[in-house]
């Protein structure tokens, strides 16, 4: 059965339904995979065979009395650490939340396992899901299985790391600063990060939160482009509240590659990228044009580079201030009061983010409104944008400061955290993008494009991506595995 461990979910989830093999055969067969592979790749870090064992059996017989509950039935799955799923720990990767076990499942947990999946494990995190590598001092390091002395991505590294060493069906992850796209790129998986809020994200959060988060969405990981948009519809729409007056009802994606107009962002003076990744924008991009595609490489939203990522940063910074300790916080209090008043670089602004006022929130959250309604308009006449989500392909682990961190870019150093400058285009103004894997670089690592779209154009960059896999740019299982 070997051939099953990189099948996209969608395949077993039709095989599953043809009875070509059951749930519990697979699910055996992914317990064989992950004691074999996950030692050395630390991608799975919680497991729950003996629950998952009874769903999968469960699934079994409602296949064999012809009762099917979504197009997950049957297909096992691993999960974020973060995620609230019953009896198990969510930790966020800090120590003071060690003990944190989950009393219910998440709502998104809940609605995936209506779908049919079987949930038998949880995948590595980041620190409170702060980082581009997937370490903690709980669970330890997550490696990358195209190359284990470099990172799978951050935070949803484990879940990344898992997909591409077929020990798992699907994945499903979260999203603030590139948290899906960064790992999917990294490990040669589609991700899609969705519309903000239009996946309710209740149950992934720390332990009492209900409030949505600022910028912060969930979303799913895959092998298959069909697998994201599966579990991106069966995650979707209202919660308990909203759904007394609110229904989604997202457009269709019904054009062909020679209607699209799309817009090309190959590379930008604020965070140059490496050639080999711009030159995977630009190959994406020609794949398009050959079938007919209108491509812009000078279309941009009315706004700098500068003036977006500086305002992103803002609303970052804020948000994740809000997560971490008190002792933290005022640490952070402190430094912003040393500041120079007249100090108006991106570090300072950082630093005074997350202690904002909600005066100064309010503002910024202003200037983001802005951006939105620019986008709004950009996509009045564009389908689509492409561009990078890192700089460059995954890079070794790196566990000093974050201050002393530095990535090489054509040769140069550039600083560690100036790539979410990519990651915070869409995320900044709510935009829907979907990573499309487009196959290993020079050093046999994977390079992922972001497909961008309109808010609540998720099913375009969806859709995109099926096109474009359906043209070759599809995952590439690692050797060795």
């Given at each position: 059965m070997t051939e099953f461990a990189f099948e996209s979910a969608a395949s077993l989830a039709r095989r599953l339904r043809a009875k070509e093999i059951s749930s519990v055969e697979l699910l055996s067969y992914y317990f064989d995979r992950v004691d074999k592979f996950n030692g050395p790749l630390n991608a799975i870090i919680w497991e729950i065979r003996d629950e998952a064992m009874e769903d999968a059996k469960r699934a079994d017989a409602a296949i064999a009395a012809g009762e099917i509950s979504g197009p997950l039935h049957g297909v096992p799955m691993t999960i974020k650490e973060s995620y609230d799923v019953k009896g198990t720990p969510s930790t966020w990767g800090a120590p003071y939340l060690k003990d944190n076990i989950a009393s219910q499942d998440a709502l998104s947990v809940q609605r995936l396992r209506a779908a049919g999946a079987v949930i038998f494990g949880k995948t590595n995190v980041p620190l409170m899901l702060s980082d581009f590598q997937s370490y903690n001092e709980i669970y330890g390091t997550t490696n990358n299985p195209y190359d284990v002395t470099r990172i799978p991505g951050g935070s949803s590294g484990g879940s990344a790391a898992t997909l591409a060493a077929g020990m798992t069906g699907i994945e499903s992850g979260s999203d603030i600063g590139g948290s899906i796209r960064n790992p999917a790129h990294f490990c040669g998986v589609f991700g899609h990060k969705p519309t903000w809020n239009m996946l309710p994200p209740r149950g992934h959060a720390t332990p009492g939160i209900l409030s949505p988060s600022d910028l912060s969405v969930i979303g799913?990981?895959?092998?298959?482009?069909?697998?994201?948009?599966?579990?991106?519809?069966?995650?979707?729409?209202?919660?308990?509240?909203?759904?007394?007056?609110?229904?989604?009802?997202?457009?269709?994606?019904?054009?062909?590659?020679?209607?699209?107009?799309?817009?090309?962002?190959?590379?930008?003076?604020?965070?140059?990228?490496?050639?080999?990744?711009?030159?995977?924008?630009?190959?994406?991009?020609?794949?398009?044009?050959?079938?007919?595609?209108?491509?812009?490489?000078?279309?941009?939203?009315?706004?700098?580079?500068?003036?977006?990522?500086?305002?992103?940063?803002?609303?970052?910074?804020?948000?994740?201030?809000?997560?971490?300790?008190?002792?933290?916080?005022?640490?952070?209090?402190?430094?912003?009061?040393?500041?120079?008043?007249?100090?108006?670089?991106?570090?300072?602004?950082?630093?005074?983010?997350?202690?904002?006022?909600?005066?100064?929130?309010?503002?910024?959250?202003?200037?983001?409104?802005?951006?939105?309604?620019?986008?709004?308009?950009?996509?009045?006449?564009?389908?689509?944008?492409?561009?990078?989500?890192?700089?460059?392909?995954?890079?070794?682990?790196?566990?000093?400061?974050?201050?002393?961190?530095?990535?090489?870019?054509n040769g140069e150093q550039q600083a560690y955290f100036l790539q979410v400058f990519w990651a915070g285009l869409p995320t900044n103004a709510y935009l829907p993008s979907t990573i499309v894997p487009t196959g290993l670089d020079d050093e046999g690592l994977p390079i992922g494009v972001q497909v961008v779209g309109p808010e609540y154009g998720d099913l375009t960059t969806l859709g995109v991506a099926r096109l474009l896999e359906k043209q070759g740019f599809t995952f590439t299982p690692p050797a060795g595995y």
């Open positions: 799913p990981l895959g092998r298959g482009a069909e697998d994201v948009e599966i579990a991106t519809r069966v995650m979707a729409g209202p919660n308990e509240i909203e759904s007394r007056g609110l229904k989604l009802e997202l457009p269709e994606f019904e054009k062909q590659a020679s209607d699209l107009k799309v817009a090309v962002w190959r590379d930008d003076e604020m965070a140059p990228v490496d050639n080999s990744v711009s030159a995977r924008v630009d190959a994406v991009a020609e794949v398009l044009q050959s079938e007919g595609a209108q491509l812009d490489y000078d279309a941009r939203p009315d706004f700098t580079s500068q003036h977006t990522h500086f305002t992103y940063q803002s609303l970052l910074s804020a948000t994740m201030a809000c997560r971490v300790p008190e002792e933290q916080y005022q640490r952070n209090l402190e430094a912003a009061n040393g500041l120079d008043p007249n100090d108006e670089s991106l570090d300072a602004v950082v630093r005074r983010s997350q202690v904002a006022r909600f005066r100064e929130w309010i503002g910024n959250n202003e200037k983001r409104t802005h951006i939105r309604w620019a986008w709004h308009n950009f996509f009045e006449e564009y389908d689509i944008v492409l561009m990078p989500i890192m700089a460059r392909s995954a890079f070794p682990h790196d566990h000093r400061a974050f201050g002393e961190r530095t990535i090489t870019v």
